[in-house]
Each structure stands twice: as structure tokens, then as C-alpha cells.
């Protein structure tokens, strides 16, 4: 019996066994496992190999799978390596290392971890054609899988569930959700043509555009949210930051290039997640405190969103749209801000003491910056979306 289709041997079967092995796609969920080891903040090693390999498995298990239903059962594919008996051979070899190495992790780490471990495999060998067509299953079956892949990493060293490697887990699938959106709609014509239903196909390129980024964003944000809670470490937010720039490189890009962009940030947003929970750089160091400007703190904050609200509007050429909007807003504004402060529900230390009309000098600025930043932001996002 051939396992391989263009050849025969030992060393032509192994070849085309090996090039089912994808680094792209398959070194994040391993480096994935050994993010979860490093949250432990110990490593024991065998439970940390074992745990890398069934992810390996797991992955590898997807990918002869995705391979088979794509050329030998839908014909997709214009091409693959293994006859249809050698990628079911294959299969069953994939699936039965990965049995057994989840079983090790039984006994190794205990059945909490193997518990977790079991699902990667799932995920992987019904993706195709079970879950693919689904736009919801083929977007998070990826993500889900590095999810589970952080915090099984991080139970096999410890053998509990961690709110840190949690909120990891959940900060990937919302950024990595985003990501196979984005990847989807490379093919968004091809599978359209055969019903194969993606967010791009089921929502159309630019609306899944518009989720894609809105995902990033939400994960972006609740890498700052976990952060400001003490969850993750105070360098964290770094991670996001450099990813986002990507992101906004990205947004200029048609769907081929923009999934390469993504793709590469992710990389780098998982480095420098790895350096902020391993070195933890910030740790001990105290916020910036602009209290020192005393009675002129509550300005300069001002100033300084203002300067940012002035920049955006006047790159998008909605200055007189902004002030027409402030000048609506206003007398709305100033009576909530008079009656709030007149009936005591907050105080403002940090101020000049200068008051007009009955609300403090800041109090007039910050009705006037707050609107003018919301339609800058507005008409930029307006603006790259054309």
C-alpha cells in the first residue's frame, strides 16, 4: 500500500508525511503551550514537552485532515502529497501518538490536564469538513485551540485553573478571531462559489473587515483592562501597542497582504507578551505622577487630549463639523456638569480654582475636548474605511 502519491520508498512516504507539518500555522500553538508554562513562572520539564507535543499532534492531526477532505473528498485542492489510504493511515498514526501522549499527561500532571489537552484534538480533526463551512466554528476553531493551548500549558506545571492564563486565553481568541477573518477573506470568491460560509462570505469582505478590527481592538483593550486590574504585568500593554501599530498598517492592505501583516503581529505580540510576563520590566515602578503640576494638572491633561483632538480633525477636515457638533452639545453639557458639581457627586482638587458662569475653567474645556476627540476619532475611522 502507497502512502505517497508521487513516488514510492520509505524516504518518499516520510516526505510527504513531513510536509504536512506547517510552521506557520503550527509553531504558534506549541509556542503557545510554553507561553502557559512560562505564566507558571516554574517549568517542569517533562510535563512541559509532553504538553508541547500533544499540541504538536493535535495541530499536525488538523492539517492531514483539512489536506484530505480538500483534495480527495471535495477536490479543492490541485494537488497533495498523500494517496487517500496514506492520509488515512496517517491520521490514525497522528491520533494515536497524540492519545497516547495526552495519556502521559494523565499521569504526569494528573486527568485535569489531560481533560484540557483532549479538546485540541477535536478541534483539529472536525474542523474539516464538520466545522469549516460554519462561519462561527471556522473562525474560533483556531483561536479556541491556541486558547486551550495556553492554559493547558500552564495546568500541566501548576494542575490548576489561573486567572491570569484565563484572561490570556481569552485576550487570543478575541485577537486571533480578528485575524482569521481577515485570512477567510483571501478566499472569499472561491468560497462563495462553493457555499462554504466564512464571516467574509456570510457578512461580505468589508463588514467582515469592520468585525475583524473591531475583535483586535476588543482584545487590545482587555489587554489594558487586565492590566489596569493587576491581572497581567505592567508591561503588557506594550504588546498591544506594537501590534496595533501592525494592525494599522494593515488596514491600507487588501486581504493577502493584511493576513501577513496580522499574522507576523501576532508573532510579535505574543514576544512581547513573553518579555513582560518573564523579565516583567516594569514591575515595582510606580505610575508618572502629573500631580506634581499641582493646581495645573487638570489643564495640561486637557491640553494635551485637545492637541490630539485638533491633530485628528484637522487630518480628516472636520474641524467646523467638530465645532458645530461641541456648540450643539454644549448647552446640554454645561447644565449636567453646573448640577452634578452643585449637588456634590464629585470634586475636582487638582485645578486652577478659576470659574465661569458657575463651573470651574476646566470644566468648559474638557465640554469642548471630549466631543471634538469622539468626532476625530469618528471621521478618522470613517476615513480609512473608504
Known amino acids: ?65 483539512d489536506g484530505y477532505v480538500d483534495f480527495h473528498g471535495r477536490g479543492e485542492d490541485d494537488d497533495h502529497p498523500l494517496t487517500e489510504a496514506g492520509c488515512r493511515w496517517a491520521l490514525a498514526g497522528s491520533t494515536l501518538c497524540f492519545a497516547a501522549v495526552t495519556a502521559a499527561i494523565g499521569v504526569v500532571s494528573g486527568p485535569g490536564t489531560a481533560l484540557l489537552t483532549a479538546p485540541m484534538w477535536a478541534l483539529g480533526f472536525f474542523h474539516a469538513p464538520q466545522s469549516d463551512t460554519n462561519p462561527v466554528t471556522t473562525t474560533l476553531g ?7 493551548a495556553i492554559v493547558g500549558g500552564h495546568h500541566a506545571q501548576t494542575g490548576a485553573l489561573a486567572v491570569e492564563a484565563l484572561a490570556f486565553g481569552l485576550v487570543f481568541l478575541v485577537v486571533l478571531a480578528g485575524v482569521k477573518i481577515v485570512d477567510d477573506a483571501t478566499d472569499y470568491a472561491y468560497d462563495r462559489s462553493i457555499g462554504k460560509r466564512t464571516v467574509a462570505v456570510v457578512l461580505g469582505v468589508r463588514r467582515a473587515r469592520r468585525l475583524a478590527y473591531a475583535l483586535l481592538y476588543a482584545g487590545f483593550t482587555l489587554v489594558l483592562v487586565f492590566t489596569v486590574d493587576g491581572v497581567f504585568p505592567p508591561a503588557a500593554p506594550f504588546a498591544a501597542v506594537a501590534f496595533g501599530v501592525v494592525a494599522v498598517v494593515a488596514t491600507g492592505a487588501g486581504p493577502s497582504v493584511a493576513t501577513m501583516l496580522l499574522v507576523r503581529g501576532a508573532y510579535v505580540f505574543l514576544a512581547v507578551l513573553v518579555v513582560a510576563v518573564w523579565f516583567r520590566p516594569l514591575a515595582g515602578t510606580a505610575l508618572p505622577d502629573i500631580g506634581v503640576l499641582g493646581p495645573y494638572t487638570y489643564l495640561a491633561t486637557e491640553v494635551v487630549f485637545g492637541a490630539v483632538a485638533l491633530a485628528l480633525l484637522r487630518r480628516a477636515d472636520a474641524v467646523w463639523r467638530a465645532a458645530r457638533t461641541v456648540l450643539a452639545l454644549y448647552p446640554i453639557a454645561y447644565v449636567w456638569d453646573w448640577y452634578t458639581l452643585s449637588v456634590g457627586v464629585f470634586a475636582i482638587p487638582l485645578r486652577t480654582g478659576v470659574e465661569l458662569v458657575g463651573i470651574p475653567l476646566e470644566e468648559h474645556l474638557f465640554m469642548v475636548v471630549v466631543p471634538a476627540l469622539v468626532v476625530g476619532v469618528h471621521e478618522t475611522l470613517a476615513e480609512l474605511e473608504e
Do not use: W
Open 1 to 65: 500500500m502507497a502512502l505517497a502519491r508521487h513516488g514510492t520508498g520509505p524516504r518518499t512516504a516520510a516526505a510527504a508525511l513531513a510536509s504536512q507539518v506547517h510552521p506557520v500555522f503550527m509553531l504558534p500553538p506549541v509556542a503557545a503551550s510554553l507561553f502557559g508554562a512560562i505564566l507558571a513562572e516554574r517549568f517542569a520539564p517533562g510535563a512541559l514537552g509532553l504538553h508541547a507535543t500533544a499540541t504538536f499532534f493535535a495541530v499536525y492531526t488538523a492539517h492531514l485532515k
Open 142 to 148: 483556531y483561536p479556541f485551540g491556541i486558547a486551550l
